[in-house]
C-alpha cells in the first residue's frame, strides 16, 4: 500500500513539474525568424501544450505524425522546468522513404 501510495504522489508531483510556455516567441532557424504562439493549459490533468491548432500532450504517450515530408510518432513528458520532446519516423521524399529521423528536444522556461 506505502508503495502505491509514493507511486501516485510521484505521479502528482511530476504533473506540476511542466513548464508554462504562453505567449508570442520569435523562433530562428537557419537564419529565417517568424512568430508563433503557444497556449499552455491541463486537459484531464494532462498538461498540453497548442501551437496554430496542434496539441502536444506532456503525458509519455506515443501519438502519429503524418506531414508531407515525415510519417512517426512523437511524444513529450516535462522534466523538472523542462519539456522534452522525442520525434522519429521516416523522413519521405516524393512520398519514398529518403531516410529514418529519430530527434529529441528539450524546451527550457528561463528567466530574460
Known amino acids: 500500500m506505502k508503495i502505491i501510495l509514493s507511486m501516485v504522489a510521484l505521479l502528482s508531483a511530476s504533473a506540476f513539474a511542466c513548464p508554462e510556455f ?3 516567441y520569435t523562433c530562428t532557424s537557419e537564419g529565417q525568424s517568424g512568430q508563433m504562439e503557444i497556449k499552455t493549459y ?3 490533468g494532462i498538461y498540453v501544450y497548442e501551437t496554430d491548432g496542434d496539441k502536444l500532450y506532456a503525458d509519455g504517450q506515443e501519438r502519429p505524425v503524418q506531414e508531407e515530408d515525415l510519417v ?3 511524444s513529450a513528458t516535462c522534466s523538472g522546468s523542462s519539456l522534452v520532446m522525442n520525434l522519429q519516423g521516416d523522413y519521405l521524399e516524393n512520398g519514398q522513404k529518403a531516410g529514418v529521423l529519430t530527434m529529441t528536444s528539450t524546451v527550457t ?3 530574460a
Open 22 to 24: 504562453n505567449g508570442t
Open 42 to 44: 491541463q486537459e484531464n
Open 72 to 74: 512517426g510518432t512523437m
Open 109 to 111: 522556461a528561463t528567466d
